[in-house]
């Protein structure tokens, strides 16, 4: 099974909060990462975390990690249409570089 | 700025053949990761190349093989197709500094169908 483990689907309201939650199994990882991937492109970079910090915030986008239990969340506020999407989270196992390790994605649907 | 740029965009072969995907790394980055993303999955690590040199390999067999050039363009070949190689191929550069984290810029892809 994958080290990184995701929810396959979130569907919400424009206007609402959407968590989409993470869990990951090496716990040697210095960082942890969000990617968003609209359909027909690439892996477009959201926003990091370092595996020292509890949260982190930018603009719309909070990221939460506990560290004990390993899991990793990303909210998203006023979430628009233009946020549907698939969302990876990506973790960078201890001494692998810069290797990603990607959960499956968790596929947003905004509804208006 | 020049972005991470691949090609081609989409590929057909037939199991058996050979593939040559081709990517070319942002301006100033010298390390070329390539993943490849089953439908459905996340992507999966194929390997790194730094400065020409594989610098990592995830889980994948010898078929799946590179190259990364003086400019640190990069190819990525399989030997050998088999229909589960039919994926999207990722291309991402970047370049490592001091600080542990480095950003890694995706391309947009190349979509290979084996049959």
Same mark, same amino acid.
């Given at each position: 099974?994958?080290?990184?483990?995701?929810?396959?689907?979130?569907?919400?309201?424009?206007?609402?909060?959407?968590?989409?939650?993470?869990?990951?199994?090496?716990?040697?990882?210095?960082?942890?990462?969000?990617?968003?991937?609209?359909?027909?492109?690439?892996?477009?970079?959201?926003?990091?975390?370092?595996?020292?910090?509890?949260?982190?915030?930018?603009?719309?986008?909070?990221?939460?990690?506990?560290?004990?239990?390993?899991?990793?969340?990303?909210?998203?506020?006023?979430?628009?249409?233009?946020?549907?999407?698939?969302?990876?989270?990506?973790?960078?196992?201890?001494?692998?570089?810069? +290797?990603?390790?990607?959960?499956?994605?968790?596929?947003? +649907?905004?509804?208006? | 700025?020049?972005?991470?740029?691949?090609?081609?965009?989409?590929?057909?072969?037939?199991?058996?053949?050979?593939?040559?995907?081709?990517?070319?790394?942002?301006?100033?980055?010298?390390?070329?990761?390539?993943?490849?993303?089953?439908?459905?999955?996340?992507?999966?690590?194929?390997?790194?190349?730094?400065?020409?040199?594989?610098?990592?390999?995830?889980?994948?067999?010898?078929?799946?093989?590179?190259?990364?050039?003086?400019?640190?363009?990069?190819?990525?070949?399989?030997?050998?197709?088999?229909?589960?190689?039919?994926?999207?191929?990722?291309?991402?550069?970047?370049?490592?500094?001091?600080?542990?984290?480095?950003?890694?810029?995706?391309?947009?892809?190349?979509?290979?169908?084996?049959?």
């Amino acid at each position: 099974g994958e080290d990184v483990e995701q929810s396959l689907f979130l569907s919400v309201r424009e206007g609402d909060s959407s968590v989409i939650n993470c869990t990951y199994t090496d716990s040697s990882s210095t960082y942890l990462y969000w990617y968003k991937q609209e359909p027909g492109a690439g892996l477009q970079l959201l926003t990091y975390i370092f595996s020292n910090m509890d949260m982190k915030q930018d603009q719309r986008l909070t990221v939460l990690l506990n560290k004990k239990d390993k899991h990793l969340s990303l909210r998203i506020a006023d979430t628009q249409t233009g946020d549907s999407a698939i969302y990876f989270c990506a973790e960078t196992p201890n001494n692998a570089g810069n +290797m990603l390790t990607f959960g499956g994605g968790t596929r947003l +649907m905004v509804k208006p | 700025e020049t972005g991470v740029t691949q090609s081609p965009t989409h590929l057909i072969k037939t199991r058996g053949q050979q593939v040559t995907l081709r990517c070319s790394s942002q301006s100033g980055h010298n390390t070329v990761s390539w993943y490849q993303q089953a439908l459905g999955q996340g992507p999966q690590f194929i390997f790194q190349y730094y400065r020409e040199e594989e610098n990592g390999r995830g889980n994948f067999p010898p078929r799946f093989s590179g190259l990364q050039f003086p400019n640190y363009s990069s190819e990525l070949n399989v030997n050998a197709l088999e229909l589960d190689d039919s994926a999207l191929y990722l291309c991402a550069s970047s370049f490592p500094g001091l600080e542990a984290y480095n950003e890694q810029f995706f391309g947009p892809g190349t979509r290979l169908t084996v049959l």
